[in-house]
């Protein structure tokens, strides 16, 4: 609508001017409409250009933030598997700790269990030998209570000879007594 009202008014104004002819005429309004097609190309083209522009700077922008997200998510996707590694090497240094403090109570358990073990063979070793020589102990004490028998029987004796012997003196001695009593008279 733009160019046939443009078209007429050149026309209406070249007219006004000077009568050229109307192939003059024709070829400036030809001319007019081209410039303003090469006007309207070159305005679409610069519009094009700057969206082009626009475009590949959001691109730019969206790839930069793509790539900022990707090192965020990579950087702490690292720093995960470096928590998850000194989780696990934390939890192996426990247990391997934990490991050895059983491993040293079984040792030591084993060698309580390996102490009463000979102490209980000590304990077997003294009974068989008592009961091997059971006779013996028997005779032994047969003896030490015959000894002791003895020696009672010996102090019995001893006290029983003194006993008799202090008799016979106290007997001799009123003997002696009468007799010199009966003296003294006669």
């Known amino acids: 609508m733009r ?44 519009r094009e250009a700057e969206l082009m522009r626009v475009a590949q700077e959001q691109a730019a922008k969206q790839r930069k933030a793509e790539q900022a997200r990707a090192a965020q998510l990579k950087k702490a996707e690292q720093e995960r598997a470096a928590a998850a590694a000194q989780r696990k090497a934390a939890e192996n240094a426990q247990a391997a700790e934990a490991y050895a403090d059983k491993k040293r109570d079984q040792s030591y358990e084993d060698e309580l269990r390996q102490l009463e073990i000979e102490e209980r063979k000590l304990k077997l070793a003294s009974l068989k030998a008592r009961t091997n020589r059971t006779d013996d102990y028997i005779d032994q004490e047969l003896k030490q209570k015959a000894a002791e028998t003895e020696v009672i029987q010996s102090q019995a004796d001893a006290t029983r000879n003194l006993s008799e012997g202090s008799k016979e003196l106290l007997k001799s001695e009123g003997e002696a007594r009468k007799k010199e009593a009966s003296n003294w008279f006669k």
């Open 3 to 46: 160019k046939p009202f443009i078209a007429c008014l050149f026309l209406l104004t070249v007219n006004a001017y000077a009568a050229p002819s109307l192939q003059d005429q024709i070829a400036a309004v030809h001319q007019a409409e081209l410039k303003q097609q090469a006007a309207e190309k070159a305005a679409m083209q610069a």
